[in-house]
């Protein structure tokens, strides 16, 4: 049974009179053979069209072995005739996104030599990746040259050539085609094998919007948007500069100068915070007597590194130091003594205060979950 490709001869059919051949149950599904179909089946990079044959709903759609199988999730009579609708938008969004992607791969072979290696379509991510390197400036500048093809409106053919033809045109491919090579020619700019439904000339795509790159093995990975999705991506990107805009009381163009800005303030803040801690810990260490025993000091809102400046100047001055800092549901400690195994400490402080933490023979660190009282009856000997 070989089902008509619909989509082959018009890509921009949407609703389609189409008889059932067979119609088997598989699993939870239906797996439904037509005398010819609209729905695209998964392939070349792009997932499959979804949509309705009579009132059961096409959820998926497989080219297996040259026969496409349309998957329902109810039955249809074999030998009737249904009417079938696509999700039109949807598979017009994956044609501008994919024919899109035939336009920078067509201009960054021509004009840079590099292949397209890798596509990728999805109902929200185009990627696509390349056999060399690119800057941000060399994107720039394809996807200007690919936007002025977009307004160029030229139109795009799909034909099954025959060898002779073959012979005297060159193409993309990234498959090794022997026999039923689909190509897809956009005039004048690029000629690509793809067995995909494409728009049926370039100003349908709308704009070709290249986003971020990353690099890929020893080449690179495009992500881009195209035509509905560009415009979306769009109208999300302004909302949202329009928003850091109104805060810092910036003009849209030159917010990342303002977060700049905020950014070496609160630096600035940082350094100035630090600083003040540090004289408020200075006058607190003038308070500490000096002593042959135990001290230990519990406060608040310390970072490890102001425990540690703590437990450096005070650690000549006592037998253990100790410095705990309360946080939710207990407290972080640091302590240490030039006298005494601080390992062995930690072992009886953390057993005796529901403790966990270590380090080295001079200094401890870890927390502990219980109250103040239990640290105060901990160091004065009590446990
Ligand atoms: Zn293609």
Redesign the pocket.
């Known amino acids: 049974m070989k089902t008509i490709k619909l989509y082959d001869l018009d890509s921009m059919l949407s609703e389609f009179e189409c008889t059932v051949l067979s119609c088997e149950q598989c699993d939870r599904n239906y797996k439904i053979v037509l005398d010819k179909t609209a729905f695209f089946p998964e392939g ?1 990079g792009q997932t499959c069209d979804t949509g309705a044959i009579g009132n059961t709903n096409v959820i998926d759609v497989q080219e297996i072995d040259g026969e496409i199988y349309h998957f329902t999730d109810k039955p249809l009579n074999v030998g009737q005739t249904y009417t079938a609708h696509l999700n039109f938008e949807q598979r017009f969004d994956k044609m501008q996104n ?1 024919s899109g ?2 336009i920078v791969s067509g201009i960054i072979s021509n004009k840079f030599g590099y292949q397209n290696v890798g ?1 990728h379509l999805s109902d929200s991510v185009v990627t696509c990746d390349f056999d060399g390197t690119l800057t941000r400036a060399d994107l720039d500048e394809i996807e200007l040259l690919a936007n002025k093809v977009v307004w160029s409106n030229v139109k795009l053919n799909t034909y099954y050539p025959d060898a002779e033809q073959l012979k005297n045109i060159s193409y993309r491919s990234k498959l090794e085609f022997e026999s039923n090579l689909r190509l ?1 020619e956009i005039e004048g700019v690029d000629t ?1 094998a ?1 067995c ?1 439904p494409h728009v049926k000339t370039t100003g349908q795509i709308g704009a070709i919007k290249l986003l971020q790159h990353e690099k890929n093995k020893s080449g690179v990975r495009i992500y881009l948007k195209c035509g509905m999705r560009a415009i979306a991506d769009y109208q999300n990107k302004y909302n949202n500069v329009a928003e850091i805009s109104a805060l810092l009381c910036a003009k849209q163009d030159e917010t990342a100068q303002g977060v700049n800005a905020l950014l070496q303030e609160k630096e600035k803040l940082k350094y100035e915070i630090t600083g003040l801690k540090r004289q408020i810990i200075d006058f607190k260490l003038q308070t500490c007597e000096t002593t042959d025993g135990n001290i230990y000091i519990i406060d608040k809102d310390l970072s490890t590194d102001d425990m540690r400046y703590f437990a450096n100047n005070m650690v000549t001055r006592c037998n253990v130091f100790g410095v705990f800092c309360a946080k939710e549901n207990g407290f972080s400690y640091i302590c240490a003594s030039g006298q005494t195994n601080m390992r062995e400490f930690g072992k009886s402080l953390n057993a005796a205060l529901n403790g966990k933490g270590g380090g080295s023979d001079k200094m401890i660190q870890g927390s502990v979950i219980c109250d103040k009282e239990q640290i105060e009856k901990f160091f004065s000997g009590k446990y």
């Open positions: 070349g994919h992607e035939h596509f897809v690509c793809c995909a």
